[in-house]
């Protein structure tokens, strides 16, 4: 089972380096591992490259099984553990940016001061991909749009609001608010958020096309980007918190809701730490922004 712990904490860094200092072993003995298991599972699963390492095709198709398995194996563990209480464990987070930086460190941080020893692999993802780490297991958690997931009830659901991004010279940023048919005929700035984007769905539902340019998955560069004059774009509030960047933040007419629930594996799969973290994370959601 180490060998499989070994593995996976090398696909997470994409380095043996990385991996090694993270789990306490010498690189060698790492290398030493990944090699034991390729030879008795008869096909190699890494290749080392100048950019890293990354799972081969085979050990691409094994991977999710093997995420699974380590993921029972802790769970295992973390039972035993449990009689004692809570004191160690490790919480896989599939999250957007905007949670990224806005949801999770106040909650971690809270969630910290009585669970000091638990750790967390925090993976940044879309709607396409947060879905599918949680049904593989390679996230116990994930904070997704529920109308990317149909199929999956979420714990809970916090909704906000949109706003208009437009450079600060702009002549539409001196209104007071602007509709989506005035975007509409501006160069587009769009924010990538895989299988379903909120943005895109009303000005379908409003018999619109926008003038895409760009699409980007960070928050932060179409903000950078808009302040360079490059087009318009339309953000989650919740980005725009706490930005630096000159640009105008115009309130959208009518106002545009964006959703976030928090979806989980299967309860039974779910280890003790994440199972805490989820319902530490239901019973605060009316704190969150």
């Not at 999710?64 to 993921?71: E, K, Q, S």
């Not at 638990?118 to 593989?136: A, L, M, N, S």
């Not at 960070?218 to 953000?235: A, K």
Request: aromatic share 8%.
């Amino acid at each position: 089972m180490q060998r499989y712990l070994a593995l996976q904490k090398i696909v997470e860094t994409g380095s043996f380096t990385k991996a090694a200092q993270a789990l306490g072993y010498t690189q060698p003995a790492l290398s030493q591992m990944v090699a034991s298991l390729e030879k008795e599972l008869g096909f190699r699963l890494l290749q080392r490259s100048r950019n890293g390492v990354r799972l081969t095709p085979e050990g691409e198709r094994l991977y999710p099984f093997i995420a699974r398995t380590t993921a029972q194996y802790t769970s295992m563990e973390e039972i035993v553990k449990d009689i004692k209480g809570l004191d160690t464990g490790v919480i896989r987070l599939g999250t957007i940016s905007s949670i990224s930086a806005h949801w999770l460190p106040q909650m971690i941080s809270t969630f910290w001061k009585q669970y000091p020893n638990v750790q967390f692999v925090i993976h940044q993802g879309d709607y396409t991909t947060i879905p599918e780490w949680i049904r593989t297991g390679e996230a116990d958690l994930g904070f997704v749009s529920p109308y990317a997931v149909p199929g999956m009830k979420p714990l809970f659901v916090k909704t906000g609001s949109h706003m208009a991004v437009l450079p600060e010279d702009h002549p539409l940023a001196k209104q007071k608010s602007i509709t989506l048919k005035d975007l509409a005929k501006e160069p587009f700035l769009l924010l990538e958020e895989g299988s379903y984007s909120e943005v895109l769905d009303a000005f379908e539902k409003k018999g619109l096309k926008p003038d895409i340019r760009l699409r980007m998955h960070d928050d932060y560069s179409i903000l950078s980007m808009v302040e360079q004059g490059l087009g318009v774009s339309i953000l989650p509030s919740l980005v725009l918190r706490k930005t630096a960047y000159d640009v105008g933040l115009i309130p959208l007419k009518p106002d545009l809701k964006r959703r976030i629930g928090l979806f989980t594996r299967n309860d039974a799969e779910l280890s003790i730490a994440a199972r805490t973290f989820a319902m530490f994370l239901e019973e605060h959601a009316q704190e969150l922004p």
